[in-house]
């Protein structure tokens, strides 16, 4: 029973939401109850995927989210209300600090979905690399002897994306340290984060504008198909738009087709 990149995407937006959701029900009685079970029985599901796939589930940061969360309790209800009403105070920094972690991890949680599949695929090192994760920083020279020189090389990839610096050397992760790196860039295609290679990001840019400019004339030229019949020459003008679009696709298929092949990792 194997987990997808997706489904650990999937489990940490319905982990993130139900949070959300118990928040503001402690702190100003919102009637979420059936929500919260909806999610929590999605959630339940997933996370036994998760487990019986032997995926953990550890986010960037972890631990500082735990320390927040303990700094968190030692405040009132009425002082959290109050800080978020006047957006100052202890307890409106710590709430602002812990959501800046968690909205960094939610926009990043197909990268850590990736992350928690390569761990799985690990042997020693796995509770080590987890730990480095929890901290979101690595400290020392990191041996993953268990995964070979591709997937290390991905492994580290993967760990920058996710803000915790790092290289593949010859047997393991080491902290960047100002050496070379693969340099990557973020972008949004389709409403969804990316990364691609920086030597490929301007011809990626330019193929986003040229796809949203051919989409816009393909929409309008819908709209006049709906008032009038086209004639052959429209027709074929029409079709020959369509086929750019088509071309634009593959092209940019083809320029994310590393990143792609990424989220089809497994454990198998």
Known sequence: MAISVRELARLMELNKRRAELEFQKSLFGANVGSDLARLASAAAELSEKAKGSGVEL????????DELAKALDGFSTEEMREGLKIKDGKAFQTLKD??????????NRFEIAKLMILAAKMKDEREALLDI????????????????????RKLARIMRRCGID???GEEGLEPAM??????EARLHVSNRPVW?????KPRLEENLKRMENLNARIQLKNA??????????E????????????????EQDELLKDYIEEEKLSII
């Open 58 to 65: 550890v986010l960037p940061g972890q631990k500082r989210l």
């Open 178 to 183: 100002g050496k070379d790196a693969e340099k």
């Open 166 to 168: 790092c290289v593949a």
């Open 98 to 107: 812990r959501g800046m972690i968690v909205k960094r991890n939610f926009e």
């Open 235 to 250: 027709e074929m003008n029409f079709a020959l738009l369509q086929r750019e679009y088509l071309n634009l696709l593959k």
């Open 224 to 233: 006049e198909r709906q008032l009038k019949t086209f004639s052959e020459e």
């Open 196 to 200: 691609i290679s920086q030597e490929s």
């Open 133 to 152: 994760v929890a901290a979101g920083a690595l400290a020392s020279p990191l041996s993953v002897a268990s995964l070979n020189e591709e997937n290390r």
